[in-house]
């Protein structure tokens, strides 16, 4: 009884709990873009804010909570990191192609 009631909790609480990793994972990288992008691209950061606003919308996210998190702040800084390091020419590409 108790490994059926394992394994019945298992199956409802997995699920919500992969699908956490990436939701943060992802805003955590449209921000970045955002963040890099608008002083010299701001059509790229604009087009990134409407995608970001959209999620929240249909999925009804909690962006603060989310941002709070350690898993959005490690994509996010890598992130800003890599695309800062890039030479100008390539972090304008970066930004132009992103969306």
Known sequence: MRRLLA????TLVLPHAVQAAPVE???GGIDAMI???TPIDPKSARTG???LERAREQRKLNLAFIRATES???VYNAEVNRLLGLVPKDRLAACQSAW
Do not use: K, N, S
């Not at 394994?7 to 298992?10: E, P, S």
């Open 35 to 37: 963040f890099v992008c």
């Open 72 to 74: 959005y702040r490690a």
């Open 7 to 10: 394994a019945a909790l298992a």
């Open 49 to 51: 804010q409407d995608i």
């Open 25 to 27: 994972q992802v805003v």
